[in-house]
């Protein structure tokens, strides 16, 4: 009886296509002109529910069974999304990999993660056989997705064989709680961890997401940001497809081809981290562009900057703006600011969202009074099961009973989150600390300033000295000292830089986060000995 109880309440992710296309068979689930073809591939909710449910009878088949990883490197295709609901209903977890690593860092993955199947796009099979070449062997089967239309590599079987496969898949009981993904964490700092997220944090962030996002089935959403991250995959494409909403996808935020994507597609709603909506702007087609069916913007990675918003309320005034904030651990959503707040809360994250419960702690885990900065910790059941093998980590991470996010912020009397800075960020420069965001959001002040990343540096006397690589507005000519002046007159004299770089980019990982450990590594010497004295 209990089993039979169990099978009736079950409500697990690779349950979601089947449930929609149940309610919406006939209505268009996914767009995917991410090959740039022209030639768009278009499925509705009954006909994703097909495809799914024979890529899962397929996984089965190959010999993966529940708990099994299996290992996904790819750009954004529909073979992404089946993959993602298809595993889930076999109970296998799947392990999206970011494709920009090297083939170190994906064997890692592999080894960590004991992924026992391995798909791979196409034009990424080289990079994959060294990764396999360098990994313990786990991996069992192979499997390439021809999205160039390249025959299939030597070695590798063929993923369409998975796609075009009939069902019905064999029925396996996944359990709010066994894990059915597991995401590792960007590494802009260090060694990913592999976090395990199960069907019962995702389907309480979805909640959330469409409660305080004001999601609904009538949104017709672009996907641009890869699918490998969290923020695109569970904040907004896992969300469609449980709400019913039609997703459209490309392989990247080129700006052009997002412009013409939202005019072409009539796409009400999209996602982007702050650097990729600033590229929209720049965009010589931006306003040209028909963007008129476009009513839904958010974004997240990081604060919009204040100028950037007043900006995109001027040359988008029909958009509402939503701040999402969060992390792989929190599957990712944690708070949200909502469109009526963004200039008056201006660089605020937002308040807990709906499913979540987010104080502020000292070192000693104590709470502190409102506009105290501390460490940002949260309750929900929006939160990761762990890391995977790494016990130690887990336990520090959820002591005493919160999970510590590992940013620190403070909130103010009606609940706002202000996040000040990564723990790692924070810049100590003779003994004072320094918020590596306060500084940039001051530097954008500037006019002619397009995007701007504030690290601290090793040095002789003050042990860290703050600096900043800025990257000018097209057309726009700045210079060091400029900056630094300009920083002086709206800082105290310790915040302000003592280095600029003026650069032609930021480097960042394809989510759109800037890699401050790159930044740190290329400009580690720029405090000399002659600085000793100053």
């Known amino acids: ?128 056989d060294k990764a396999l070449a360098a990994s313990a062997g786990t991996v069992a089967a192979k499997l390439a997705v021809r999205l160039g239309g390249e025959p299939i590599p030597a070695g590798w079987g063929d993923a369409q064989t998975w796609f075009d496969h009939a069902g019905p898949a064999p029925y396996v009981a996944v359990a709010d709680d066994d894990p059915v993904r597991m995401m590792f964490t960007s590494g802009t700092e260090s060694r990913p961890k592999g976090a395990l997220l199960t069907s019962r944090a995702l389907m309480w962030q979805y909640v959330s997401c469409i409660v305080d996002g004001n999601m609904s089935a009538d949104d017709v959403e672009l996907h641009t940001l890869p699918l490998y991250h969290c923020a695109q995959l569970d904040c907004f494409l896992g969300v469609d497809v449980y709400l019913g909403a039609t997703s459209v996808i490309l392989r990247g935020p080129e700006p052009s081809a997002v412009l013409r994507a939202i005019g072409e597609h009539g796409v009400t709603k999209y996602f982007a981290p702050p650097t990729v909506w600033i590229g929209l702007l720049r965009c010589p087609d931006f306003d040209t562009a028909d963007l008129s069916t476009l009513k839904k913007g958010y974004y997240g990675a ?10 995109l309320r001027t040359r988008l005034p029909d958009v509402d703006l939503w701040n999402f904030y969060g992390q792989t651990e929190m599957a990712p959503l944690a708070t949200i600011l909502g469109p009526g707040e963004q200039l008056s809360h201006a660089g605020s994250a937002g308040r807990a969202a709906l499913n979540v419960e987010t104080r502020i702690v000292d070192d000693q885990d104590q709470p502190v009074a409102p506009g105290v900065v501390g460490e940002i910790v949260h309750r929900s059941p929006h939160a990761t099961l762990g890391y995977h093998d790494q016990p130690d980590k887990t336990a520090d991470a959820f002591r005493n009973g919160w999970f510590h996010s590992g940013d620190l912020g403070y909130l ?123």
Request: hydrophobic residues 50%; glycine residues 8%; aromatic residues 4%.
């Open 302 to 311: 990081s604060a919009m900057p204040v100028a950037v918003l007043e900006e």
């Open 412 to 534: 103010t009397e009606d609940g706002h989150l202000y996040v000040v800075d990564r723990k790692k960020d924070m810049i100590k420069t003779g003994g004072e600390n320094v918020a590596s965001r306060e500084v940039e959001e001051a530097i954008f002040t500037l006019d002619g300033v397009a995007e701007v990343a504030v690290f601290g540096v090793s040095h002789p006397r003050w042990v860290e000295a703050v600096a900043a690589v800025v990257v000018p507005k097209p057309g726009v000519t700045l210079t060091a000292d400029g900056v630094m002046a300009h920083a002086r007159r709206v800082l105290a004299g310790y915040k302000a830089p003592k280095y600029v770089v003026v650069a032609d980019a930021l480097p960042k990982n394809p989510s759109g986060k800037i890699l401050k450990r790159q930044l740190r590594d290329e400009h580690a010497g720029l405090a000399g000995q002659d600085d000793a004295g100053s």
């Open 1 to 128: 009886m209990t089993a039979d109880i169990d099978t009736a309440r079950q409500h697990a992710l690779g349950d979601l296509p089947r449930r929609t296309a149940q309610r919406l068979p006939d209505k268009l689930a996914i767009v995917d002109a991410s090959t740039g073809s022209g030639q768009a591939t278009r499925l509705t909710f009954a006909e994703l529910e097909a495809v799914v449910d024979g890529t899962a009878a397929a996984i089965a088949e190959a010999g993966l069974g529940k708990g099994d990883r299996l290992a996904l490197l790819c750009h954004n295709c529909w073979q992404f999304a089946v993959l993602d609901f298809a595993a889930a209903r076999v109970g296998v977890v799947l392990v999206p990999i970011n494709f920009m690593l090297g083939a170190d860092e994906i064997a890692f993955i592999l080894d960590h993660s004991s992924a026992k199947a391995f798909v791979v796009e196409d034009a990424l099979v080289p990079v994959a």
